[in-house]
T-cell receptor, first 114, second 118 residues
Framework: DGGITQSPKYLFRKEGQNVTLSCEQN?????MYWYRQDPGQGLRLIYY???????QKGDIAEGYSVSREKKESFPLTVTSAQKNPTAFYLC?????????????FGPGTRLTVL | AQSVTQLDSQVPVFEEAPVELRCNYS??????LFWYVQYPNQGLQLLLK??????LVKGINGFEAEFNKSQTSFHLRKPSVHISDTAEYFC????????????????FGQGTILTVHP
């Protein structure tokens, strides 16, 4: 089955530690995205990538970093510089950035920083 | 720049009643419009989308939405809801054109939690 996998589903970390969230897709999509979801705020774009070895900051990139070394993979690192990292993180992909392309979402990772 | 406002944060309704979830948007360019549904602790699933053509769009699970350009709205409707429709619903827009700082970005509303009571 084609789709997007995110692991782990739940993640707990101590304050001050960096943590990396995994996102893998087998849809052969060029574009990938990371969103952060907080209650009552909808989804906010952290980073996106149009193609391998290229990525752009979204609206709330501070305290996060990404890499895109393979087409299928777009890991997100939440660094200790992120002031309020506890949230639900969603990865998505689409065939390209063009407006009529639907974005497909993974099941999400809930990160809790203690 | 573009923005999306979902006018109701929570909508309670009884089973088999009709429902409307309201969405207004603001954009300086033409946009495509989307509705997504999210069940608890899951990712988002596309319900329907408006790209062009007929302003009445039909989606999955019996939902439909109407694009009203003059009122910049894209309200979601279902004539008879089920308990299984309980979820959070997100309206989103994306610019149609290439280039610019909004290119390729989906802008989401804050979400509307639909709760269907027996």
């Amino acid at each position: 089955d084609g789709g997007i996998t995110q692991s782990p589903k739940y993640l707990f970390r101590k304050e001050g530690q960096n943590v990396t969230l995994s996102c893998e897709q087998n849809l052969n999509h060029d574009a990938m995205y990371w969103y952060r979801q907080d209650p009552g705020q909808g989804l906010r774009l952290i980073y996106y990538s149009q193609i391998v070895n290229d990525f752009q900051k979204g609206d709330i990139a501070e305290g996060y970093s990404v890499s895109r070394e393979k087409k299928e993979s777009f890991p997100l690192t939440v660094t200790s510089a992120q002031k309020n990292p506890t949230a639900f993180y969603l990865c998505a992909s689409s065939p390209g950035l063009a407006g009529n392309n639907e974005q497909f979402f993974g099941p999400g990772t809930r990160l809790t920083v203690l | 720049a573009q923005s999306v406002t979902q006018l109701d944060s929570q909508v309670p309704v009884f089973e088999e009643a009709p429902v409307e979830l309201r969405c207004n948007y603001s954009s300086s360019v033409s946009v495509y419009l989307f509705w997504y549904v999210q069940y608890p602790n899951q990712g988002l699933q596309l319900l329907l989308k408006y790209l062009s053509g007929s302003t009445l769009v039909k989606g999955i699970n019996g939902f439909e939405a109407e694009f009203n350009k003059s009122q910049t709205s894209f309200h979601l409707r279902k004539p008879s809801v089920h308990i299984s429709d309980t979820a959070e619903y997100f309206c989103a827009v994306k610019s149609t054109g290439g280039g610019g700082t909004s290119y390729g970005k989906l802008t989401f509303g804050q979400g509307t939690i639909l709760t269907v009571h027996p």
